[in-house]
């Protein structure tokens, strides 16, 4: 994978781990369409945005869990969960990385990657295109 974070901003070596972990761990769940936004410079909440989309709710609310846990256990930072319950839409915040875990006709009607895209067609770039 490329960095796309702006050449003058010096990169976190602790937070592009978290970020590796995040994008392994959704991987190994079979997550689908996933997205990396970088937000380093551009906004204050969190150097990342990951999202990605689930084929049901029961894998949504696995993958927020498991990515939780792997988190906590390879990190020691407890992430927040937010939407657990219903599953159509789960945010994880794990600080630095930000990941925001659908239902594909969820995704489809809120359409962050367009929201965040900061009008740079560069700005939204799947893992390894960058």
Request: net charge negative; hydrophobic share 45%.
């Amino acid at each position: 994978m490329t960095d796309t974070a702006s050449p003058s901003l010096p990169v976190d070596p602790e937070v592009e781990a978290l970020h590796d972990l995040v994008l392994k761990s959704l991987d190994d769940d079979k997550a689908e369409e996933v997205v990396t936004i970088p937000l380093s410079g551009k906004s204050s909440i969190a150097d990342h945005m990951v999202i990605a989309s689930g084929r049901s709710t029961r894998q949504v609310a696995a993958m927020a869990t498991k990515l939780a846990e792997r988190i906590k256990r390879e990190t020691g930072l407890i992430a927040r969960i937010e939407g657990l319950p219903v599953a159509d839409w789960v945010l994880i915040d794990a600080g630095d990385v930000v990941v925001h875990l659908f239902r594909p006709e969820v995704r489809s009607f809120y359409n962050l990657e367009r929201m965040w895209a900061f009008g740079d067609d560069a700005a939204a770039t799947p893992p390894g295109n960058a």
